[in-house]
Antibody, heavy 118, light 113 residues
Framework: EVQLVESGGDLVQPGGSLRLSCAAS????????MNWVRQAPGKGLVWVSR????????TYADSVKGRFTISRDNAKNTLYLQMNGLRAEDTALYYC???????????WGQGTLVTVSS | DIVMTQSPDSLAVSLGERATINCKSS????????????LAWYQQKPGQPPKLLIS???TRESGVPDRFSGSGSGTDFTLTISTLRAEDVAVYYC?????????FGQGTKVETK
């Protein structure tokens, strides 16, 4: 069974840093591109970042470029999102999602909540 | 960035009736090299992550009931729930994945009348 489990969300002050993790199981992690998508409370879905299967290619939304870094450890079956320079508008539930080339984002985790507030 | 606009923002449908959600993209998501529309539909129930229903504009994911169907091409797309069931109450999002950044519609909330 495919599982994605996010962790690392917390309450952090503006300007602070946080690292999110997404532990994958039930599939060959190194074969899949992975994404982070966020959802502010009561709002819609916003794509944040994606990484290819070997970690050699990454892309970011303009709103997080230069502040967030996506990475992966295929030996540990884990996806990461390093978040620096956090702002109030980064407050959201952060989901990791698997990209299936034959379809789209076919599996999602339950999300981890990041709250940026003083 | 491609802007995705859904209509309506919400709709109330009687159980057993049809629900139709529209999605319009600001530019075509049809890739000419493979003639595929890079358009997906997701369902999100309260407190749950999104669930992929349809990709390539009209291909249902495995296990998705056939009362869900997607249609359209280029810039105009539709998600239809042929006979609404109580478990279909949710927010539905369209999303394009033809270009980066992927962009989602604002969501359409489907409720029962």
């Amino acid at each position: 069974e495919v599982q994605l489990v996010e962790s690392g969300g917390d309450l952090v002050q503006p300007g602070g840093s946080l690292r999110l993790s997404c532990a994958a199981s039930g599939f060959t992690f190194s074969n899949y591109w992975m994404n982070w998508v966020r959802q502010a409370p009561g709002k819609g879905l916003v794509w944040v970042s994606r990484i290819n299967n070997d970690g050699g290619s990454t892309t970011y939304a303009d709103s997080v470029k230069g502040r967030f870094t996506i990475s992966r450890d295929n030996a540990k079956n884990t996806l990461y999102l390093q978040m620096n320079g956090l702002r109030a508008e980064d407050t959201a539930l952060y989901y990791c999602a698997r990209y299936a080339g034959s379809s789209d984002l076919d599996y999602w985790g339950q999300g981890t909540l990041v709250t940026v507030s003083s | 960035d491609i802007v995705m606009t859904q209509s309506p923002d919400s709709l109330a449908v009687s159980l057993g009736e049809r629900a139709t959600i529209n999605c319009k993209s600001s530019q075509s998501v049809l890739r000419s090299s493979n003639n595929k529309n890079y358009l997906a539909w997701y369902q999100q129930k309260p407190g749950q992550p999104p669930k992929l229903l349809i990709s390539w504009a009209s291909t249902r994911e495995s296990g998705v009931p056939d009362r869900f169907s997607g249609s359209g091409s280029g810039t105009d797309f539709t998600l239809t729930i042929s006979t609404l069931r109580a478990e279909d109450v949710a927010v539905y999002y369209c999303q394009q994945y033809e270009t980066t950044p992927r962009t989602f519609g604002q969501g359409t909330k489907v409720e029962t009348k």
